[in-house]
């Protein structure tokens, strides 16, 4: 794997990984982390979840990666990005949402923004450091030590201030792909209750995103900022 450095100075700080790099380790991580998981092969779910995925990438999020939604076959409640653009729902958050496409779209999006907003990156530059990134450009560490750490950076939580950033985004991208971008409220109640009948379920979730009031309410104070009401939620 060949890491080349830039070092670009911006708003969010510099950056280490080139975007080529950013979308191959995203990639090699994605591929090893779905051989684990396993792959859900219903058509009904997976062409779900791409079709809502590439209305997202197509209408909504700058065209900076190339987006790839997919759709793993646990019964877990819970998404994840990987750096780059590789994007995976599990199977039991389609079933809890009935197939619902809007319920998708807003978690689809909110997921596609921790990559056009770099979260997933910039948390591995950061662990990673300089030093290993230069390694890495050199071909100094393996590749497969690099996607298990991605994988791992990706299940944790990205912390309060990007949960709730990506959950606006989620909002927009969703009302910019056409779907209800009130379905976010639906969203966090459904989690909500899930959490209260079966935690085992939603353990993984609320162990990568913080499920709370605060947080629907946030959301509910950005859809009435935006004027956007819906068939989920209305002011
Ligand atoms: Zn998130």
């Given at each position: 794997m060949v890491v080349s450095l830039v070092l670009t100075a911006g708003c969010k700080g510099p950056r280490l990984l080139s975007r080529e790099d950013e979308i191959k380790l995203g990639r090699e991580a994605g591929d090893d982390f779905e051989r684990e998981q396993g792959l859900d092969t219903d058509p009904r779910t997976v062409e779900l979840v791409r079709d809502i995925?590439?209305?997202i990438a197509q209408a909504a999020v700058p065209p900076e990666y190339p987006y790839d939604f997919r759709v793993l076959r646990g019964k877990d409640v819970n998404a994840v990005a990987f750096p780059g653009g590789r994007i995976y729902a599990w199977r039991g958050l389609v079933e809890l949402?009935?197939?619902?496409?809007?319920m998708i779209?807003?978690?689809?999006g909110h997921e596609a923004s921790h990559v056009s907003q770099r979260h997933a990156t910039r948390r591995l530059e950061k662990s990673l450091g300089f030093e290993a990134l230069v390694a890495l450009a050199f071909r100094k560490s393996g590749?497969?030590?690099?996607a298990a750490l991605v994988a791992n950076l990706v299940m944790q939580d990205y912390g309060r201030d990007?949960?709730?950033e990506a959950d606006r985004w989620g909002c927009k991208y969703a009302y910019d792909a056409g779907y209800d971008p009130s379905a976010a409220v639906?969203?966090?109640r459904k989690f909500q209750e899930l959490q209260k009948r079966e935690p085992s379920k939603v353990e993984l979730l609320f162990a990568t995103h913080p499920g709370n009031?605060?947080?629907?309410?946030?959301?509910e104070r950005y859809l009435k900022e935006q004027?956007?009401?819906?068939?989920y939620w209305k002011p």
């Open positions: 995925g590439k209305k949402f009935d197939y619902d496409p809007h779209a807003w978690v689809l590749a497969q030590q690099v990007q949960e709730y639906a969203v966090l009031n605060d947080r629907i309410n946030a959301v004027g956007w009401s819906g068939q």
